[in-house]
């Protein structure tokens, strides 16, 4: 058959020759990949030269703290409104404002000279992350259509899990050998790239009865998902039961009450509540946290463990962890290129128990545990999250129309996002208690820390090892070492079989609520408005 063209005349230039649509559709793909893994990049890339920037700027470890969960927090709060401002003023000039915006973030941090600045650059990378990011897949949607849409999002899949994965590689390398401000620059770089492509190859598109900009929802669904996630993320540290955690955990659940309301009440809302009304779009959201939270938070501690206690340096870890990348790489491709032929109920449910037995198989580790022993793990994760994050969002687009596109990838990936912050933050409460109290229990018997067992143990477990060592006697500091060691290798194994468990809660929340008969709804069709 002959092939179709598309004609493109940008404004204020003279008609350009019309582009093959395989390549135009080929370049869109490229910018909002490349965007998309730049965005992802920042979530685990720095966490690897925190030691370093604590070094440079003289950053406290509650300063480190903001730096990583900064960019987590504003990411995950801001994606909803933009994708609801995508849908209605234009994904390709919010995509292209994004990454102008990112890029300034970004080298504001490459040359921050004082911890406050890093912590405004990170929280600034995030606002505009969040733009590009709910941008990218309703211009994906909008783009691809029937079975070339699932091998389009097996791509974007494909990069989420790489961008993760590598991050700690990037982050390593670039510390060790170009010093950390190295990680931002690059950042800077990629998006200098990718604008061009940007201007050039997408084309603009909207929902035509996209729902005006809602600052109350706004006002209500913002502080409150950042109160939420700071709750969660700051709870071990200030202690659950604590003023500021119990005041900021009210206030959210308020907020967020208050959203709900003002949505209900919106005969356009920024979020249709409707949507929800649909148990597959329902049991896409659920999973997005299950999935997040039990795959990409271990992999955190997984990175801390083989740094810490087998003495990997940065770049040789993130050698490790290549194996759950690049077969999360392929698996995703090659599950986009065969996502019409496969029943999208039976790929989640498979993708999530491959998941959570890979986490269970990486259990059983002790002190002197190399990384080889997490290698059938990692594979098996790798398999499953290759499979899980495009059918997941494959779920959650296939039950909308696509002019709504823009607000059902910005409520998925909210959701991810949640689940990764929420992940990262409760696994990190669970790691920094057991190790200190396993590292309790362990010097009991080391005499030369008498009476100072319990305030050692929590300095260690908060991150200070190099401090806690150094206040234990020369002769008691390789026993301190060691019983330090037993303690994290103890508790990663109740990271892992905890992780296990919440993949298979999202398993069984696939089965339950994902409906083979709502995916045969043409695209386009109108929103489920149906009962369950």
Known sequence: SPVTTVTRTPPASPPAAAPDEAAQRGAVLLAVCAATGLLLLNVSAPNIALPDIGRGLGASFSDLQWITSGYALTLAATLLPAGAIADRFGRRRLFLIGLVGFTAASAVCAVAPVPVALVV??????????????????ILADTFRGSSRGRALGVWGATVAAAFAIGPLEGGLLTEYFGWRAIFVVDVLVALLVLPLTLRRLTESRDPDGTPFDPLATATLVPGLVLAVFAVIRGNSLGWGSAPILSAATAALVLLAGFVLVEHRQRRPMLDLDLFRSRTFTGASVIAVLFAASTFGPVLYLTLFLLSVEGSSPPVVGLQLTPFALVSLLVSVVGGRYSARLPLRGVLVGGLLLCAAGVALMAGTAPGTTWVHFVPGMILAGAGTGLVNPAMTFAALAVVPTARSGMASGANNTFRQLGVAGGIAGLGALVERGISSGLVDRLHALPAVAGRGAGLADRAAAGDLAGAVGSVPATARAAFVAAYDAAFAS????????????????ALAAWALVRPAELTRPTGAAPPGGGP
């Open 121 to 138: 650059g990170r929280a600034t990378q995030g606002v505009f992350g969040a733009v590009v990011f709910s941008a990218s897949l309703a």
């Open 491 to 506: 508790t990663m194994n109740t990271v892992f079989l905890l992780s296990a468990g919440l993949a298979v809660l999202g």
